[in-house]
């Protein structure tokens, strides 16, 4: 039966990513505690993988109900920050680690997602194993830590997340929660890079294009796809069911209405 399997936040734009048992829609139609916060400079904006292969160097644990982050450097550094009541001390020490003057920012209704008309981007466990089959000695957390996605989704086939995409597409519902495709998520470079040493994993994109459009379901559309270095899509959860909470282990439908 397919069911909501992970539910992954990220909650300094970035930095690691956290489990967690539930989580709201925010007003703005995101997952909660996602992008919540983020490192700011004034001349070239936020600080993201894209921008910096710096970010895989930090080991970082977020507590939701305090608000504090634990940053592990590779020489043993150990800090703690709450970024609720101190986030001048929390961008004090970035600034020096990014080389830069950075600030601090929150947002708890949208948080600082790249896409922000979007919402959720979602998987399935199925795609995560069969990718890292592509890959010699690349674990399934690899590939899901590489990726970076919201919502996983168990007990369905490989890609099975492509089918709401494109002409006609379907959407699906988390107990009830509504869930729209909206388009595919094509890759950037941090994908490619071992997500512990930031290393570019060699022939990566090369060998990910070859398998994706090899193993590319026949059943999907493949003109909403612009190319295959793609994978996981970008969904929207409507106005009504924003505020309502997913669970894990949650029963997963789609729905053609």
């Given at each position: ?136 000695e690349t674990t ?54 071992d997500p512990d ?61």
């Amino acid at each position: 039966m397919a069911r909501l399997e992970r539910l992954r936040a990220y909650p300094v734009k970035a930095l690691d990513g956290i489990d967690l048992e539930q989580a709201a829609i925010l007003e703005g139609g995101t997952i909660e505690h996602d992008r919540e916060f983020a490192l700011f400079d004034a001349d070239d904006g936020v600080i993201n993988g894209k921008r910096t292969a710096r970010v895989h160097d930090l080991d970082t644990v977020f507590d939701p109900e305090t608000a504090v982050l634990t940053v592990a450097t590779p020489d043993g550094e150990c800090q703690w920050f709450d970024l609720e009541s101190e986030p001048k001390a929390a961008a004090a020490w970035f600034s020096e680690w990014f080389d830069g003057t950075l600030s601090l920012e929150r947002d708890r209704s949208l948080g600082f997602v790249d896409r922000r008309e979007m919402g959720p981007s979602v998987i399935s466990t199925a795609t995560l194993r069969t990718v890292a089959d592509w890959f010699d000695e690349t674990t399934v957390d690899d590939v899901r830590r590489r990726l970076r996605t919201n919502v996983e989704i168990g007990g369905v086939e490989p890609f099975w997340e492509d089918q709401f995409v494109g002409a006609d597409a379907p959407a699906f519902e988390i107990d009830g929660v509504r869930f729209e495709g909206v388009k595919p998520c094509a890759r950037c470079i941090v994908p490619q890079r071992d997500p512990d040493t930031g290393e570019v994993t060699a022939g990566f994109r090369e060998r990910f294009v070859r398998r994706r459009e090899a193993t590319f379901p026949d059943w999907a559309d493949a003109d909403a796809f612009e190319h295959y270095y793609s994978l996981t899509i970008l969904t929207r959860v409507p106005d009504r069911d924003r505020g309502e909470c997913l669970r894990v282990g949650d029963p997963v439908t789609v729905v053609t209405d």
